[in-house]
């Protein structure tokens, strides 16, 4: 990863972070909404049952060692670390966040099983074989290289290990519709802008990339509808003065980050934006 794109990702969550936590809690990203994208909760409520409804499509029973690549503030990793009696390590590039999960596990009474550092998923401190789930719940986007990130995933797992993961993408160019349109790369070059991303791929991209690693049994989904109505609760819930507030007091990348809001929403409504499963074992 470049210093510049390092210093970006860093710099953007360190600053919205805290804005986050206190609009929408410990879960950092979408709510599940029903296979079609019509069921009506509260939005916190939607983000635990992503949690859950990711969990049972990765068929996922029982974990020991978990690593959570792109942790947040934890609250995957201390979701996770509850459900299985696990150890869960979090990493993620903001001290900020590192630090505000730590404290959220000590309140948790959780910090004999979950800890979290300052690490790049794409190239981590751990040794070899050392977990037997890896969780990638919307980190993929942020990674420059791809490939380097599942390759890192595959030499963490444990023989037998599942990696599992939750990425935004954009629509295959390999169907009828054909390659990316000029004003669908303005638009996803627009949400890297303002988002830090270096930028995304197809999810028949990251399954190519899981096979050339050597993953078994690997599995894909598209969930775009069932999390696309998490784009206007977000917006719903950026227009009251108290967001508005922290917007200012978070400052100009946090500021810039809501201006992609509507961009993601049309992202979605038009298809260019997905949101891609994939799972697989070592």
Sequence with gaps: MTSTLYQQIQQFYDASSGLWEQTWGEHMHHGYYGPTGTIQKQRRQAQIDLNEEFLAWGEVTAATQILDAGCGIGGSALYLAEKYQAQVIGITLSPVQAERATERAAA?????????????????????????????????????????????????????????????????????????????????????????????????????????????????????????????????????????????KAGWPTIQGTFALGLMRQGFQQGTIRYGLLTGIR
């Excluded at 894909?220 to 917007?247: C, H, K, M, Q, Y």
């Design 108 to 248: 948790a009474g959780l910090s004999t099983r979950a800890t979290f550092q300052v690490a790049d998923a794409q190239d981590t401190p751990f040794e070899d074989q050392q977990f037997d789930l890896i969780w990638s719940m919307e980190s993929g986007e942020h990674m420059p290289d791809k490939g380097a990130f599942v390759r890192e995933c595959y030499r963490l797992l444990k023989p037998g290990g599942r990696f599992l993961m939750a990425t935004w993408c954009h629509r295959p160019t390999t169907s009828l519709a054909g390659a990316l349109t000029a004003d669908e790369q303005r638009l996803l070059a627009e949400i890297y802008r303002l988002y830090a991303l270096p930028y995304v791929i197809s999810l028949p991209e990251y399954e190519a990339i899981a096979t050339e690693c050597g993953f078994q049994q690997i599995r894909t989904a598209d969930w775009s509808t069932a999390v696309a109505p998490f784009w206007d609760r977000v917006i719903e819930s950026a227009l009251n003065w108290d967001a508005i507030a922290g917007l200012i």
